[in-house]
């Protein structure tokens, strides 16, 4: 059973940073890339950032260049968003899921639970 758990939100001032992790299970980075992915209430679910399988391809929305990168231990089965310079508008619950490298971060195979990750101004 594929599993992907996000971990790591929390409460941070504006400026500061965070790191997620995401922990998948029941597949290896071999099968799936991974995604990052967060929603506010009431708005739509957005494409944050996607790592291949070799880490050698990445993605990042226009909003986050520059201030999150993203990376994977796949001895670990984990992948990590670091997350500087973060802003109020970065508040969200942050998801991570597995993927398609080339289909990210339009399509989505398998989600994950979230993480809350909360900037305060």
């Known amino acids: 059973e594929v599993q992907l758990q996000a971990s790591g939100g929390g409460l941070v001032q504006a400026g500061g940073s965070l790191r997620p992790s995401c922990a998948a299970s029941?597949?290896?980075?071999?099968?799936?890339?991974i995604g990052w992915f967060r929603q506010v209430p009431g708005k739509e679910r957005e494409g944050v950032s996607c790592?291949?399988?070799?880490?050698?391809?990445?993605y990042y929305a226009d909003s986050v260049k520059g201030r999150f990168t993203v990376s994977s231990d796949n001895a670990k089965n984990t992948v990590y968003l670091q997350m500087n310079s973060l802003k109020p508008e970065d508040t969200a619950v942050y998801y991570c899921?597995?993927?398609?490298?080339?289909?990210?971060?339009?399509?989505?195979?398998?989600w994950g639970q979230g993480t809350l990750v909360t900037v305060s101004s």
């Open positions: 899921a597995a993927v398609y490298i080339s289909r990210c971060p339009r399509e989505v195979l398998y």
């Open positions: 029941g597949f290896t980075f071999d099968d799936y890339a």
């Open positions: 790592i291949s399988s070799s880490g050698d391809s990445t």
